[in-house]
């Protein structure tokens, strides 16, 4: 059995990543289960996906996972991971993008979260920390929605889940419309590097 | 068979379609909306699908096909049940012809509704058979057989989600074979009619109906009885069976269980099965205390001498979701068995992130311009149910009340009448407009009653993901009709000054604003912008850093999510920023510029 919890903020395209991570597991014959954060959370506000997988659907009974299971995090903004990384089991492996999102209340009240002092907590916590530089990756394929993509190719590299950047790419294919395959692709590919760039440190 | 990943709403407009169901009507509605969606997206042809004004019209349309003989399916959120209650407590009387099913999504927590109200208390105010799916996969067998039995006892029937079921993916076999949706004929029979004398004659063959139905249950599959050694059961239905099965295998727990798929009329022979020789009953579920009453209830009828458990007790959560944590704390502390608790590290202060108004969103700038114009003068805001309730955070704070559909309208009135010296605005949503908002309209003008009605119109039903109204001129069947028109309808019925106006046009949405206040009696300014969803971004616009005096006041005043602080001034986040050119029109040194 493997779980996996994405956190981010609404609108980042977590709830795709999440159906891709579980079509990509039934393509490879397992059983998934998702539950996902719709509604107006998805206005900006945190938001949560759960993916679960296992051999039958009674190995995965609830669809959100327990506190301390999560195989891996991947956290779209990083106090989103900090906030979710409860789920992540010991010895678990996260895959972070390092660009913070400040939320308006922050701004309003004239002082930005400090984005970097949560990095150095989840690398104080998480020994199986990557982390993607989702900015450059977007800039590098031209386009500001390919970040969950590049998370994805980090999190299949890293193996955590049993899936292969390949199965992934497939699953890309078929889901996605084919103008927007090439830079997914290529995102998809950029995530992983940054996989294999954290492995050499 | 076809294994496919579905969302439990997808599952179940799949099951719907494969039973055979021919009208399918409902107002969207988070958690139920991808139900109605999907049968229109996988719809084979034969199937009548639309988005209704309102449930209380979904439902009446729905009515009306089960009465011709067709299976119809009406979906809505839970308070959309209370305004379709009136029709749905009278056709529980008149009963039905083909099936028909009432798709009523709870929402635990909640997390996108007004209330916790539990719908499988409403089947029992209603005298109506519900089913209450555990998970996905079971949602697409349930809603089939909810036809079969709607059918089999000429009743509507409910049929329950909760949001973990609606918004929970699993893999699903869809098999078999599809049944045609019938061909409609209605019947003149005076059974249609309803009248006293009918209701009575109704009345009782639903008391003889319902221990039938409930005999009925005790033999269905949803309803299970799983042996365990010990004299304590549990009992469980919903997605918190999900969770109990998963606490019980955590703890390596092993107890009697019950799990509930059809609460009413409660399964009792299964139940009293379950309920013998067992000392102590812990009930696990969400909302109301549904299954524990019905379980004290039979208890006690039977002077069986067992403790029953539950949210009424302290047991289990009052209010909020069950979690796999909250159940297995429950069932441990229930069974005595000792489990470790893991201690999470302490976290740096994390940043609130409550949800706002996207960047360019229209609404932002519709709230702005009454919020300049109405500088100075006393008034209260009356919100509504959308996007735009969004209006009541920081720094715009333009929402001043928000209760259910349409009540914005109607409370500004209120609020006129209790406090003459108030000024009152009232914001609705074009989707809310026409499902409740003209009625209200109607009630100022006939009263007299002098309040600004603001429509923001940004031509769709944002919040619940894009559904096409009456106003878009779309319907769910893939027609282009013709658009009901705002302005026509606030002059139709009367209001004397009708003002459609630009938004991110600043200057002159304001000046339509204090035209429209100015006004004695009914006024109304559209704000009409389309949702920054629907339409493609402009350029995002920047900040000259050279001419930014760090004055933060676009922020300040209407905070939008691309604009970022960086150090002193002011910077836009471009992959956030829609270029709408709010900011522009506010910054006092013209320091933020579109790129051309």
Redesign the interface.
């Known amino acids: 059995m493997k779980n996996c919890i994405l956190a981010g903020v609404g609108g980042q395209g977590t709830v795709l990543a999440s159906k891709l991570i579980a079509q990509t597991a039934m393509e490879a014959g397992k059983f998934a289960r998702t539950a996902e954060t719709i509604g107006m959370a998805q206005r900006g506000g945190s938001v949560v996906s759960h993916v679960r997988i296992g051999q039958t659907a009674e190995d995965v009974s609830s669809p959100m996972l327990p506190l301390g299971s999560a195989d891996l995090l991947i956290g779209f903004e990083p106090a989103e991971a900090v906030r979710t990384l409860p789920y992540l089991k010991k010895g678990g492996a996260a895959v972070v993008s390092v660009k913070g999102v400040q939320p308006v209340t922050a701004t309003l009240s004239g002082k930005s979260y400090d984005v970097s002092a949560m990095l150095s907590y989840l690398r104080e916590q998480v020994p199986n920390l990557v982390e993607v530089d989702t900015e450059a990756i977007c800039e590098a394929c031209g386009s500001s929605k390919v970040a969950n993509v590049a998370l994805l190719g980090a999190a299949a590299a890293c193996g955590a889940l049993g899936l292969t950047v390949k199965e992934v790419e497939a699953a890309l294919e078929r889901r996605l419309p084919a103008k927007f395959l090439d830079m997914n692709r290529k995102a998809l590919a950029q995530g992983a590097e940054a996989y294999q760039g954290a492995n050499l440190k | 068979m076809a ?1 496919e ?1 579905l ?1 439990g709403n997808q599952a179940i407009a799949a099951g719907a379609i494969r039973a055979g169901v021919g009208v399918v009507a409902g107002y969207p509605g ?2 139920s909306t991808e139900t109605l969606e999907t049968v229109a997206a996988r719809n084979p042809g034969d199937i009548y699908v639309e988005w209704s004004t309102n449930e209380k019209a979904a439902l009446e349309v729905a009515a009306g096909a089960a009465l011709s003989g067709v299976r119809s399916l009406v979906t809505m959120k839970q308070v959309g049940l209370n305004v379709a209650s009136d029709p749905l407590m009278s056709l529980a009387y008149i009963g039905v012809k083909g099936g028909m099913v009432v798709l009523a999504a709870d929402d635990p927590g909640p ?2 509704s007004q209330t916790e109200q539990d719908t499988r208390q409403f089947a029992e105010f209603a005298n109506l058979p519900v089913f209450d799916p555990s ?1 996905p ?1 079971e949602a697409y067998r349930m809603i089939q057989d909810a036809f079969e039995y709607s059918e089999k006892y000429g009743t509507p029937v409910l049929f329950r989600p909760t949001t ?2 609606c ?5 699903i076999d869809l098999d078999g074979q599809r049944k045609k949706p019938a061909a409609g004929n209605f019947e003149k029979d005076p059974k249609w009619v309803i009248f006293p004398k009918l209701s009575f004659q109704s009345h009782l063959k639903i008391n003889a109906r319902q221990p039938v139905l409930a005999e009925d249950f005790s033999g269905y599959w949803g309803n299970v009885l799983t042996p365990g050694s010990g004299k304590k059961g549990i009992a469980a239905g919903g ?1 918190s069976w ?2 109990l ?2 606490a019980i ?2 703890l390596g727990a092993d107890c009697r269980l019950l799990k509930i798929g059809t609460s009413n009329p409660f399964p009792e022979r299964l139940a009293l099965e379950f309920l013998d020789g067992l000392d102590e009953v812990l009930v696990v579920e969400e909302l109301s205390p549904v299954i524990e009453r019905a379980l004290v209830h039979l208890a006690g009828r039977k002077h069986l001498p067992v403790e029953i458990f539950g949210r009424q007790t302290g047991h289990i959560t009052g209010a909020g979701e069950n ?3 909250s159940v ?1 704390k429950a069932v441990a502390e229930f069974l005595e068995i000792s489990f470790e608790e ?1 201690a ?2 302490e ?2 202060a ?9 960047a360019g969103c229209p609404h932002r700038a519709s709230f702005y311009a009454v919020k300049q114009a109405a500088k100075g003068v006393k008034s209260v805001f009356c919100g509504d149910i959308g ?1 735009y309730t ?1 209006g009541n ?3 715009l704070d333009m929402v001043d009340t928000c209760l259910c559909m349409g009540a914005g309208i109607t409370m500004a009135q209120g609020i006129r009448r209790a406090a003459p010296d108030t000024k009152t605005f009232a914001f609705v949503g074009d989707s809310t407009f026409f499902a409740s908002g003209i009625t209200g309209v109607v009630n100022a003008v006939y009263n007299e009653t002098d309040m600004t009605l603001i429509v923001l119109d940004n031509s769709t039903t944002a ?1 619940t ?1 894009h559904q096409p109204h009456p106003g878009t001129g779309k319907t769910m069947m893939g027609e282009v009709t013709e658009k009901i028109s705002i302005p026509k309808v606030l002059e139709a019925v009367g209001v004397k000054k009708v003002l459609t106006v630009n938004p991110l046009q600043l200057d002159q949405a304001i000046a339509a604003v204090r035209e429209a206040m100015a006004e004695k009696g009914v006024s109304a300014v559209i704000f009409q912008s389309p949702c920054i969803a629907v339409v493609k971004p402009d350029r995002p616009v920047r900040v000259d850093t050279d001419k930014c005096v760090g004055c ?1 006041k676009c ?2 005043e209407i ?3 691309a ?3 960086d150090g002193k001034k002011v910077r836009v986040e ?2 956030a920023c829609t270029g709408c050119g709010l900011c522009t029109q506010i910054c006092p040194v013209s320091a933020i510029e579109k790129e051309e």
């Not at chain 2, 918004?167 to 893999?171: I, K, P, Q, R, V």
């Open positions: 294994k990943l969302m988070t958690p997390i996108s998970s996969e973990r079921v918004h929970g993916c699993a893999s997605v999900a969770y099965k998963e295998s955590l979690t796999v944590e297995k893991t999470a590290a976290p740096p994390l940043p609130v992130r409550p949800p706002v108004l996207c996007c969004l955070a920081m720094p919040m993901g933060r922020i300040r905070g939008c999510p604009l970022e602080l471009p992959s």
